[in-house]
Protein backbone atom coordinates (compact mmCIF):
# COMPACT_ATOMS: atom_id res chain seq x y z
CA UNK A 1 0.00 0.00 0.00
CA UNK A 2 1.22 3.37 -0.75
CA UNK A 3 -0.64 6.82 0.23
CA UNK A 4 0.22 10.03 -1.10
CA UNK A 5 -0.52 13.20 1.35
CA UNK A 6 -0.98 16.81 -0.12
CA UNK A 7 -0.37 20.18 1.75
CA UNK A 8 -3.05 22.85 0.26
CA UNK A 9 -1.63 26.37 0.70
CA UNK A 10 0.49 26.38 -2.41
CA UNK A 11 0.51 23.17 -3.41
CA UNK A 12 -3.24 22.54 -5.01
CA UNK A 13 -4.42 25.84 -4.08
CA UNK A 14 -2.54 29.17 -5.08
CA UNK A 15 -3.53 30.84 -2.09
CA UNK A 16 0.11 32.12 -0.29
CA UNK A 17 -0.42 35.65 -2.00
CA UNK A 18 -4.12 35.84 -0.98
CA UNK A 19 -3.43 34.69 2.71
CA UNK A 20 -0.37 37.36 2.82
CA UNK A 21 -2.84 40.11 1.60
CA UNK A 22 -5.36 39.15 3.93
CA UNK A 23 -2.49 39.31 6.87
CA UNK A 24 -0.82 42.65 5.80
CA UNK A 25 -4.52 44.53 5.65
CA UNK A 26 -4.58 42.75 8.59
CA UNK A 27 -1.82 44.41 10.43
CA UNK A 28 -2.67 47.47 8.21
CA UNK A 29 -5.95 48.12 9.98
CA UNK A 30 -4.11 48.24 13.50
CA UNK A 31 -1.51 50.85 12.24
CA UNK A 32 1.41 48.95 11.29
CA UNK A 33 3.17 48.30 7.61
CA UNK A 34 3.98 44.87 6.66
CA UNK A 35 5.78 43.83 3.77
CA UNK A 36 4.88 40.15 1.97
CA UNK A 37 8.68 39.22 2.65
CA UNK A 38 8.23 39.57 6.30
CA UNK A 39 6.29 36.87 6.37
CA UNK A 40 8.35 33.81 3.87
CA UNK A 41 9.94 32.29 7.39
CA UNK A 42 6.99 31.38 8.34
CA UNK A 43 5.57 29.83 5.34
CA UNK A 44 3.81 26.45 6.44
CA UNK A 45 4.05 26.74 10.09
CA UNK A 46 0.03 27.91 9.84
CA UNK A 47 -1.54 31.14 10.67
CA UNK A 48 -0.56 31.31 14.12
CA UNK A 49 3.02 31.49 13.50
CA UNK A 50 2.65 33.28 10.67
CA UNK A 51 1.14 35.97 12.33
CA UNK A 52 2.88 35.94 15.19
CA UNK A 53 5.91 35.61 14.05
CA UNK A 54 5.28 38.89 11.94
CA UNK A 55 4.12 40.64 14.70
CA UNK A 56 7.15 39.59 17.10
CA UNK A 57 10.00 40.54 14.31
CA UNK A 58 8.14 44.14 14.70
CA UNK A 59 7.73 43.53 18.55
CA UNK A 60 4.03 44.59 17.45
CA UNK A 61 1.29 43.62 20.48
CA UNK A 62 -0.76 41.50 19.51
CA UNK A 63 -3.72 39.02 20.39
CA UNK A 64 -3.39 35.77 18.11
CA UNK A 65 -7.10 34.59 18.40
CA UNK A 66 -8.53 38.08 17.24
CA UNK A 67 -6.09 38.87 14.51
CA UNK A 68 -6.51 35.48 13.07
CA UNK A 69 -9.80 35.81 12.87
CA UNK A 70 -9.75 38.97 11.42
CA UNK A 71 -7.26 38.01 8.76
CA UNK A 72 -9.41 34.27 8.21
CA UNK A 73 -12.55 37.01 7.55
CA UNK A 74 -10.46 38.68 4.72
CA UNK A 75 -8.96 35.76 3.35
CA UNK A 76 -12.04 34.39 3.17
CA UNK A 77 -13.55 37.56 1.23
CA UNK A 78 -11.24 36.98 -1.31
CA UNK A 79 -11.45 33.23 -2.35
CA UNK A 80 -15.01 33.63 -4.41
CA UNK A 81 -13.40 35.80 -6.68
CA UNK A 82 -9.36 35.08 -6.50
CA UNK A 83 -8.50 32.09 -5.25
CA UNK A 84 -7.84 29.58 -8.37
CA UNK A 85 -6.21 25.95 -8.11
CA UNK A 86 -3.10 25.28 -9.52
CA UNK A 87 -2.84 23.50 -13.18
CA UNK A 88 -2.43 19.89 -12.59
CA UNK A 89 -3.13 19.48 -8.92
CA UNK A 90 -6.49 17.90 -9.38
CA UNK A 91 -5.03 15.14 -12.58
CA UNK A 92 -2.34 14.51 -10.05
CA UNK A 93 -4.57 13.53 -7.20
CA UNK A 94 -7.04 12.11 -9.90
CA UNK A 95 -4.14 10.05 -10.81
CA UNK A 96 -3.26 9.04 -7.05
CA UNK A 97 -7.21 7.74 -6.27
CA UNK A 98 -7.25 5.98 -9.80
CA UNK A 99 -3.74 3.94 -8.90
CA UNK A 100 -5.80 2.54 -5.57
CA UNK A 101 -3.88 4.96 -3.30
CA UNK A 102 -5.36 6.44 -0.51
CA UNK A 103 -4.85 10.10 -0.59
CA UNK A 104 -5.53 12.59 2.49
CA UNK A 105 -4.68 16.11 3.27
CA UNK A 106 -2.38 18.01 5.90
CA UNK A 107 -1.93 21.57 6.17
CA UNK A 108 -1.21 23.50 8.91
CA UNK A 109 -4.37 26.01 8.41
CA UNK A 110 -7.51 25.85 10.69
CA UNK A 111 -10.72 24.02 9.07
CA UNK A 112 -12.38 27.14 8.26
CA UNK A 113 -9.54 28.02 5.80
CA UNK A 114 -8.99 24.40 4.39
CA UNK A 115 -12.52 23.66 4.15
CA UNK A 116 -13.05 26.76 1.91
CA UNK A 117 -9.76 26.14 -0.30
CA UNK A 118 -11.32 22.51 -1.23
CA UNK A 119 -14.63 23.22 -1.88
CA UNK A 120 -13.52 26.50 -4.43
CA UNK A 121 -10.77 24.14 -5.75
CA UNK A 122 -12.95 21.45 -6.45
CA UNK A 123 -11.49 18.61 -3.96
CA UNK A 124 -14.09 18.91 -1.25
CA UNK A 125 -13.36 17.76 2.00
CA UNK A 126 -15.61 14.24 1.80
CA UNK A 127 -13.11 13.08 -1.10
CA UNK A 128 -10.37 12.93 1.11
CA UNK A 129 -10.03 9.58 2.70
CA UNK A 130 -8.02 12.24 5.65
CA UNK A 131 -7.99 15.92 6.41
CA UNK A 132 -5.74 16.92 9.06
CA UNK A 133 -5.92 20.70 9.92
CA UNK A 134 -4.19 22.32 12.94
CA UNK A 135 -6.67 22.36 15.46
CA UNK A 136 -6.33 18.43 15.07
CA UNK A 137 -2.28 18.75 16.44
CA UNK A 138 -0.84 20.84 19.38
CA UNK A 139 2.49 21.30 16.92
CA UNK A 140 2.27 22.22 13.51
CA UNK A 141 5.09 21.91 10.65
CA UNK A 142 8.08 21.90 10.65
CA UNK A 143 6.84 19.46 13.43
CA UNK A 144 5.70 16.05 12.02
CA UNK A 145 2.80 15.96 13.91
CA UNK A 146 0.51 16.58 10.95
CA UNK A 147 1.54 13.95 8.34
CA UNK A 148 1.83 11.20 11.35
CA UNK A 149 -1.50 11.84 12.18
CA UNK A 150 -2.72 11.71 8.28
CA UNK A 151 -0.91 8.42 7.86
CA UNK A 152 -2.44 6.80 11.38
CA UNK A 153 -5.97 7.89 9.61
CA UNK A 154 -5.29 6.33 6.38
CA UNK A 155 -3.83 3.48 8.08
CA UNK A 156 -0.63 3.63 5.95
CA UNK A 157 3.01 3.46 7.52
CA UNK A 158 5.19 6.47 7.32
CA UNK A 159 7.82 5.29 5.23
CA UNK A 160 5.13 4.37 2.44
CA UNK A 161 3.59 7.80 2.16
CA UNK A 162 5.11 10.66 -0.07
CA UNK A 163 4.03 14.11 0.52
CA UNK A 164 3.74 17.13 -1.56
CA UNK A 165 4.93 20.37 -0.67
CA UNK A 166 5.82 23.92 -1.48
CA UNK A 167 7.55 25.29 1.76
CA UNK A 168 10.78 24.64 3.99
CA UNK A 169 8.70 24.21 6.94
CA UNK A 170 6.76 21.22 5.38
CA UNK A 171 9.77 19.33 3.57
CA UNK A 172 11.19 19.42 7.19
CA UNK A 173 8.14 18.38 8.57
CA UNK A 174 8.05 15.56 6.32
CA UNK A 175 11.70 14.66 6.10
CA UNK A 176 10.96 14.03 9.99
CA UNK A 177 8.23 12.28 9.45
CA UNK A 178 10.17 10.09 7.95
CA UNK A 179 8.43 10.27 4.57
CA UNK A 180 9.53 10.63 0.91
CA UNK A 181 8.52 14.56 -0.19
CA UNK A 182 8.28 16.40 -3.43
CA UNK A 183 8.81 20.12 -3.33
CA UNK A 184 6.90 22.41 -5.92
CA UNK A 185 8.72 25.57 -6.18
CA UNK A 186 5.66 28.11 -6.41
CA UNK A 187 6.16 29.38 -2.56
CA UNK A 188 10.55 29.19 -2.57
CA UNK A 189 12.77 29.04 -5.23
CA UNK A 190 14.41 25.08 -5.92
CA UNK A 191 17.65 25.77 -4.12
CA UNK A 192 15.87 26.46 -0.64
CA UNK A 193 13.76 23.25 -1.15
CA UNK A 194 16.93 21.11 -1.39
CA UNK A 195 15.85 18.76 1.67
CA UNK A 196 13.41 17.75 -0.28
CA UNK A 197 13.57 13.98 -2.70
CA UNK A 198 12.42 15.54 -5.29
CA UNK A 199 11.92 19.33 -6.81
CA UNK A 200 9.68 20.12 -9.52
CA UNK A 201 8.67 24.02 -10.87
CA UNK A 202 5.04 23.25 -10.48
CA UNK A 203 2.78 20.52 -9.74
CA UNK A 204 1.59 20.53 -12.94
CA UNK A 205 5.36 18.40 -13.68
CA UNK A 206 4.96 16.23 -10.61
CA UNK A 207 3.83 12.46 -12.27
CA UNK A 208 2.62 9.53 -10.42
CA UNK A 209 5.42 8.21 -10.40
CA UNK A 210 7.78 10.62 -8.77
CA UNK A 211 5.39 9.69 -5.38
CA UNK A 212 6.76 6.44 -5.42
CA UNK A 213 8.73 5.77 -2.41
CA UNK A 214 12.25 4.82 -3.45
Not at 79 to 91: D, H, I, R
Not at 187 to 209: H, T, Y
Request: hydrophobic letters at 50%; aromatic letters at 8%.
Amino acid sequence: MRAAIFDIDGVLADSEPLICAAACAMFRERGLTVHPEDFEPFVGAGENRYIGGVAEKYGFPLEIAEAKARTYALYLDLVPEKLTVFPGAVELVTACRAAGWPCAVASSADRIKVEANLRKIGLPWETWQAVVTAEDVVRRKPDPAIFLMAAERIGVPPARCTVVEDAVNGIAAAKAAGMRCVAVATSFSPDKLAQADAVRASIAEVKRSDLDPR
